[in-house]
């Protein structure tokens, strides 16, 4: 019956999520800030020599999806001209809903962390989904490092760690290698499948479900929030939707 009942929500979020995709136009689909979130590394800032992105920034987040985004069009070009393909848009589209509705700012409220006017961009290490997020955007991109997909060397980037917490994170290639190896070796095997040329669109949503589902492992059994355990169901259906509704456009 759970069973049942998982698809049926599945599906009915993706039939909502396709109407309202009729009624808009493609550029609503943007993630919140796409266009003021860093497109390549040089966007960041520099220090000693390194570019030092803060995952606790929301666009510094994002920046990351972009330049994943940007660096890997070429691997789905064969599917359709402009990127829309891209698989990997699931993610950011999930971190901009996250974003939109609230759920990376401090729900403690002890900070103005993620509130307006305050600090609006803040992502809060005491958010849930802030700290499941992150094992799907730094250690993703730090595969992508690795597999070489992004022309820079892990040792030419500084990822900062959050203001507490800093146990609970990994934050370059080794560290995460050695903190949570199924969720690197996950998607590096998505990387490498998306970089060989016989690579189809099917396999690739394999990879990509494999690699995702080994990113939560870690995360949900670490950060517990039993208001939320529902919410995690119906986040992962959001993805999974977000797929299903891009592989049909
Ligand atoms: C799409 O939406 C954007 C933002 O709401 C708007 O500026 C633009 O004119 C719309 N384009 C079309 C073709 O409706
Ligand atoms: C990737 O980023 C570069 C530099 O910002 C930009 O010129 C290019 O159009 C982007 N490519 C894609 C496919 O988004
Ligand atoms: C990779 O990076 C090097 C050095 O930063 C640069 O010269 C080269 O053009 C880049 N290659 C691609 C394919 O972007």
């Given at each position: 019956m759970a069973f049942l009942a998982f698809w049926a929500w599945a599906l009915v979020g993706c039939l909502a999520a396709a109407a309202l995709a009729q009624d808009s136009n493609l550029s609503t689909l943007y993630p919140p800030l796409w266009d003021e979130s860093p497109e390549q590394f040089s966007d960041y800032r520099v220090e000693n020599g390194k570019y030092i992105i803060d995952p606790?920034?929301?666009?510094?987040?994002?920046?990351?999806?972009?330049?994943?985004?940007?660096?890997?069009?070429?691997?789905?070009?064969?599917?359709?001209?402009?990127?829309?393909?891209?698989?990997?848009?699931?993610l950011p589209l999930q971190h901009g809903w996250q974003y939109r509705s609230g759920r990376l700012a401090d729900p403690t409220r002890r900070t103005d962390c993620g509130y307006y006017p305050g600090d609006t961009l803040c992502i809060s290490v005491d958010s849930w989904w802030a700290d499941i997020n992150y094992y799907l955007s730094v250690p993703p991109f730090l595969a992508a490092i690795d597999s070489g997909i992004l022309n820079i060397s892990?040792?030419?980037?500084?990822?900062?760690?959050?203001?507490?917490?800093?146990?609970?994170?990994?934050?370059?290639?080794?560290?995460?290698?050695?903190?949570?190896?199924?969720?690197?070796?996950?998607?590096?095997?998505?990387?490498?499948?998306?970089?060989?040329?016989?690579?189809?669109?099917?396999?690739?949503?394999?990879?990509?479900?494999?690699?995702?589902?080994?990113?939560?492992?870690?995360?949900?059994?670490?950060?517990?929030?039993?208001?939320?355990?529902?919410?995690?169901?119906?986040?992962?259906?959001?993805?999974?939707?977000?797929?299903?509704?891009?592989?049909?456009m």
């Open positions: 606790w920034v929301f666009t510094d987040r994002m920046g990351m999806y972009r330049i994943l985004l940007n660096q890997t069009a070429k691997y789905f070009a064969k599917f359709a001209p402009e990127n829309e393909q891209n698989i990997l848009w699931g892990s040792t030419q980037i500084k990822i900062l760690p959050p203001p507490e917490d800093e146990a609970k994170f990994c934050y370059d290639v080794s560290g995460c290698q050695s903190f949570v190896p199924e969720i690197m070796d996950g998607w590096r095997a998505f990387f490498q499948y998306m970089q060989s040329p016989s690579s189809d669109f099917e396999g690739l949503l394999k990879y990509l479900w494999d690699a995702h589902t080994s990113s939560l492992d870690y995360p949900v059994s670490v950060f517990v929030d039993s208001r939320n355990n529902l919410w995690a169901h119906f986040s992962f259906l959001f993805l999974m939707c977000v797929h299903v509704y891009i592989s049909c």
